[in-house]
């Protein structure tokens, strides 16, 4: 993992708006900052790729897929799929440039759902539990980390071009904010104390925290370009350090 000895940086969905983003960054630079995307950065936004890229290319940072990623990618390979992209916000020429790009394609395709982190923060995309779905057909003897094979499930579906399926994991609402007993389930499932995610806007100034800070929201409605942006949304609803 990127940067393990550096305190932790989160960023929620970026959705395209690359000049929000370098602001939010601004106080935190690469080298300081152990940063995590948390999915979501292509879509309703004009620069969506560039957004992966620079993602990509920042030190000391890992990234996380989220449903549009998804979606894109499985636009990618298959061209039926393009207008649903385009309904949920997909660019037309993030696409082709992603087209034209064969080791980002590859980058993103191998991009984990989910990281625990060393003091049992685990960060994905959804605040639910529906990535439980690709442990279905695990062998119940099973004994490795439920974390690595979640990944490893994603990585081999993604490979297999089965890109409707990780649609259906990861495009389902938010539990954990009203689902105590499910979030303490998923914690106890994947052996973290708490979970960060994003994938749902929240109205906060700050990340959202429910349940004693144990699930914890960082989509603070970044992009301008969101049906959901609020004018004046603070970038420290999306773009704020894990506190330890
Ligand atoms: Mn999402």
């Known amino acids: 993992m990127a940067g393990a000895d550096l305190p932790v940086l ?64 499985w636009a990618l390979r298959d061209p039926t799929r393009i207008g649903f992209f385009i309904t949920i916000g997909g660019q037309q020429h993030d696409l082709d440039e992603l087209r034209s790009d064969g080791p980002l394609q590859e980058w993103l395709k191998t991009r984990p759902l989910m990281i625990k982190l060393a003091d049992g923060t685990l960060a994905q995309h959804c605040g639910n539990d529906d990535y439980r779905l690709l442990l279905a057909d695990d062998l119940s003897d099973d004994l490795s980390d439920p974390v690595d094979r979640i990944n490893s499930a994603a990585t081999l579906v993604l490979e297999a071009g089965n890109a409707d399926l990780l649609w259906q994991v990861m495009s389902g609402k938010g539990a954990f904010a009203t689902q105590p007993e499910r979030l303490e389930r998923w914690l ?57």
């Open 10 to 73: 989160i960023v929620g969905d970026v959705h395209g708006d690359i000049e929000r983003l370098f602001a939010a960054l601004k106080p935190y630079p690469a080298t300081e900052w152990h940063t995590i995307f948390l999915g979501d950065l292509v879509d309703y936004g004009a620069y969506g790729v560039g957004c992966l890229r620079y993602a990509r290319d920042r030190l000391n940072t890992d990234v996380i897929l989220g449903n549009h990623e998804v979606a894109m990618l």
């Open 188 to 244: 106890k499932l994947t052996g973290c104390r708490r979970v960060v995610f994003g994938h749902t806007p929240h109205r906060n100034s700050t990340p959202a925290r429910y349940h004693h800070s144990k699930a914890i929201n960082f989509d603070g409605g970044l992009s301008r370009s969101h049906r959901m942006y609020r004018r004046g949304a603070p970038l420290a609803a999306s773009v704020a350090p894990l506190e330890p």
